[in-house]
């Protein structure tokens, strides 16, 4: 998948310059030349990598980074500043942005921030994903077990009085129809235990070594 960058930069000759760089990198490239635009941009789209100015000429870049900073999945930010000041630096740093880069901007050095970023992003992106499939293995680990509990609970129920029943009536009709009942729910019983041992509704678990969902786990707190 293509990532997106966002270039927010005020000089419109420089703006041009990092973009058509970039875009020869294989990025899709956005810009932006005020605060102001940068938010419009962000409100349509949603960019991997922002390379962001400081200086701009409705604030100052910070505001931004404060901004994207609020949001579930920000992207990474690369300062770009014309001050070598150790302050300006150590500020964006503190307010989360990835890297800085001081003007005039070296290629070399752009090229490899931008990448570093982007391979980043899409690291977390896939840790995110990861983290979602765990919940989403973990949901239904825990609609196997619950079913299978309350399968095995109606069973022991339903055998239970079955058998109750059975000898306490002496009709020879009702008695073999009990029987009937008894061997349906004997079958039932097995069919849930060969169903955990065939290990049907595999699904991925990297917490296991075997790496699927085990079903045997679901006969945790069953009733003997």
Same mark, same amino acid.
């Given at each position: 998948?293509?990532?997106?960058?966002?270039?927010?930069?005020d000089?419109?000759?420089?703006?041009?310059?990092?973009?058509?760089? %970039?875009?020869?990198?294989?990025?899709?490239?956005? =810009? =932006?030349?005020?605060?102001?635009?940068?938010?419009m941009?962000l %409100?349509?789209?949603?960019?991997?990598?922002?390379?962001?100015?400081?200086?701009?000429?409705?604030?100052?870049?910070?505001? %931004?980074?404060? *901004? &994207? !900073?609020? *949001?579930?999945?920000?992207?990474?930010?690369?300062?770009?500043?014309?001050?070598?000041?150790?302050?300006?630096?150590?500020?964006?740093?503190?307010?989360?942005?990835?890297?800085?880069?001081?003007?005039?901007? !070296?290629?070399?050095?752009?090229?490899? =921030?931008?990448?570093?970023?982007?391979?980043?992003? #899409?690291?977390?992106?896939?840790?995110?994903?990861?983290?979602?499939?765990?919940? @989403?293995?973990?949901?239904?680990?825990? *609609?196997?077990?619950?079913?299978? @509990? @309350?399968?095995?609970? @109606?069973?022991?129920v339903?055998?239970?009085?079955?058998?109750?029943?059975?000898?306490?009536?002496?009709?020879?009709?009702?008695?073999?129809? &009990?029987?009937?009942? %008894?061997r349906?729910t004997?079958?039932a019983a #097995? *069919?849930?235990?060969?169903?955990?041992?065939?290990?049907?509704?595999?699904?991925?678990?990297?917490? !296991?070594?075997?790496?699927?969902?085990?079903? !045997?786990?679901?006969?945790?707190?069953?009733?003997?």
């Amino acid at each position: 998948m293509q990532e997106q960058l966002l270039v927010v930069e005020d000089d419109v000759v420089l703006q041009l310059s990092l973009s058509a760089l %970039l875009r020869r990198d294989g990025l899709a490239v956005i =810009a =932006a030349r005020s605060v102001a635009e940068a938010r419009m941009q962000l %409100l349509r789209e949603r960019p991997s990598v922002v390379l962001l100015d400081v200086g701009l000429p409705d604030g100052s870049g910070f505001e %931004l980074i404060e *901004t &994207l !900073n609020a *949001t579930p999945e920000p992207p990474l930010v690369i300062v770009t500043t014309g001050s070598d000041s150790l302050s300006t630096v150590v500020e964006a740093l503190r307010l989360g942005a990835f890297d800085f880069l001081i003007k005039p901007i !070296n290629n070399d050095l752009l090229r490899a =921030a931008v990448q570093r970023a982007v391979e980043h992003f #899409q690291l977390r992106r896939s840790a995110r994903e990861i983290e979602r499939l765990r919940a @989403h293995e973990e949901a239904m680990r825990a *609609t196997a077990r619950a079913a299978a @509990h @309350h399968i095995s609970q @109606h069973l022991t129920v339903i055998m239970g009085e079955t058998q109750l029943l059975h000898e306490e009536i002496d009709d020879p009709e009702v008695r073999a129809g &009990l029987e009937r009942i %008894l061997r349906a729910t004997e079958q039932a019983a #097995q *069919t849930l235990i060969e169903l955990r041992a065939a290990r049907h509704f595999v699904v991925l678990d990297p917490s !296991n070594p075997n790496g699927i969902l085990d079903l !045997n786990a679901a006969g945790e707190g069953d009733p003997e």
